[in-house]
């Protein structure tokens, strides 16, 4: 069954602490994997788009890796201003199909 | 350039009435996707159109419809609403087909009592 699933669920970090949130994934035909951001009453933000294992992609503070299997959002020294839900979806493709499936996120709380 | 933008806000129906939503997609933009977000089932794809074609479909029931002007205006439909049908839906656009990263609006707060 297709399906990705992100941890932790809430994470609270010090300013300055760095960390990592996870997305695992199983889909068929995987044609990309992203992640996005989500401030409270907005629509998800675009960050990246990975499309094979090995990729790496980085902005700001934030660098995404992929694998087979999963994906990381390293955080590197978060400031406060980087809370927010972390969303991460993967795009599979059968027979034509495409498929979109999202996670339920990663809630980022970072103290001052 | 102005983004996605979705009207109205914020809408409170009553169960069994109808409701239609409305997304003006990124000038130049012809992918529009829509999508329900609720605390426990996160974000699900409703439907994609393009060129006012549906292009792809997610797992809802007959009751969620949706359609694609040629200006790419889009307009999603649910009727006979339900007390589960209280979500946060979204619409986001794309220059193309499939997901490459999608430019989304702020969402329609729909609440059904």
């Known amino acids: 069954e297709d399906q990705v699933t992100q941890s932790p669920e809430a994470l609270r970090l010090q300013e300055g602490e760095s960390s990592s949130l996870n997305c695992s994934y199983t889909?068929?035909?995987?044609?990309?994997l992203f992640w996005y951001r989500q401030d409270p009453g907005k629509g998800p933000e675009f960050l990246f788009t990975?499309?094979?294992a090995g990729e790496e992609k980085e902005k700001e503070r934030l660098k995404a890796t992929l694998t087979k299997k999963e994906s990381f959002l390293h955080i590197t020294a978060p400031k406060p201003e980087d809370s927010a839900t972390y969303l991460c979806?993967?795009?599979?493709?059968?027979?034509?199909?495409?498929?979109?499936?999202f996670g339920t996120g990663t809630r980022l709380k970072v103290l001052a | 350039k102005a983004g996605v933008t979705q009207t109205p806000r914020y809408l409170i129906k009553t169960r069994g009435q109808q409701v239609t939503l409305s997304c003006s997609p990124i000038?130049?933009?012809?992918?529009v996707s829509w999508y329900q977000q609720t605390p426990g089932q996160g974000l699900q794809f409703l439907f994609e159109?393009?060129?006012?074609?549906?292009?792809n479909k997610g797992n809802f029931p007959g009751r969620f419809s949706g359609r694609q002007f040629s200006n790419s205006r889009s307009e999603m439909n649910v009727s006979t609403l339900e007390l589960g049908d209280s979500a946060l839906y979204l619409c986001?656009?794309?220059?193309?087909?499939?997901?490459?990263?999608?430019?989304f609006g702020s969402g329609t707060r729909l609440t059904v009592v």
């Open positions: 979806a993967v795009q599979g493709s059968t027979s034509g199909t495409y498929k979109y499936i």
């Open positions: 000038s130049g933009h012809r992918s």
């Open positions: 990975l499309y094979s």
């Open positions: 159109y393009f060129s006012e074609t549906q292009r």
């Open positions: 889909v068929s035909g995987l044609r990309g």
């Open positions: 986001a656009s794309s220059d193309q087909v499939g997901h490459y990263g999608y430019t």
